[in-house]
């Protein structure tokens, strides 16, 4: 098990029923690295997962690009405050 906290997660793909292709959950990724299956009622267990084709390196760097600026943000209010 690893030693990062669960933060956030993102869905990275669909989880299907093998047998008549219903949608029957998603599949999130942690920013740990874990893999967790989320559905929408009683978990299958014949089924495929079909990944979602985005780049998720691009999605997350973006992410941390979006953070570090809300970051740079909120510290220049708090020194607004207290000067």
Do not use: C
Request: hydrophobic share 40%; aromatic share 10%; proline share 1%.
């Amino acid at each position: 098990m690893t030693q990062t906290k669960k933060l956030y997660a993102e869905a990275v793909g669909k989880i299907i029923n093998r047998h008549d292709r219903e949608h029957v959950g998603y599949l999130y990724e942690w920013n740990n690295g874990e893999l967790q299956q989320a559905w929408f009622d009683l978990p299958r267990t014949d089924v495929v997962i079909e990944r979602f084709k985005v780049d998720i390196s691009e999605v997350k760097q973006a992410a941390q690009a979006e953070e570090r600026q809300l970051e740079q943000s909120l510290e220049r209010q708090a020194n607004w405050i207290v000067a």
